[in-house]
């Protein structure tokens, strides 16, 4: 079984930067896909970023220019780094991830999410 853990949500005001976690652990080998989503009340879940381990990332129009995605290999941990938050960027965001585990076998999987509010 693998596990998703996401930490570094918190309260931030308009134009501030936080960097969220999200490390894998129990019988993971490796994660090979990966990305951030966020959910606002009354919304429905959207896709922030996404990445691979090959390197290739992809964004949301809504933070292309703000959030930075990145896979850590080694650590089995995706960060996404935001910078110039505003009010809308204000959900839960949750962890996403597809790993090959010891077992051969594929994993997918969310994290249990974490509160990012930014205050105008």
């Known amino acids: 079984q693998v596990q998703l853990v996401e930490s570094g949500g918190g309260l931030v005001q308009t134009g501030g930067s936080l960097r969220l976690s999200c490390a894998a652990s129990g019988s993971i080998f490796s994660i090979y896909a990966t990305g951030w989503y966020r959910q606002a009340p009354e919304k429905e879940r959207e896709l922030v970023a996404s990445?691979?381990?090959?390197?290739?990332?992809d964004y949301a129009d809504s933070v292309k220019g703000r959030f930075t995605i990145s896979l850590d290999n080694a650590e089995n941990t995706v960060y996404l780094q935001m910078n110039s938050l505003k009010p809308e960027d204000t959900a839960v965001y949750y962890c996403?991830?597809?790993?090959?585990?010891?077992?051969?076998?594929?994993?997918?999987?969310w994290g249990q999410g974490t509160q990012v509010t930014v205050s105008s």
């Open positions: 990445t691979t381990n090959t390197g290739s990332t």
């Open positions: 996403n991830a597809e790993t090959w585990t010891r077992d051969g076998s594929i994993w997918r999987g």
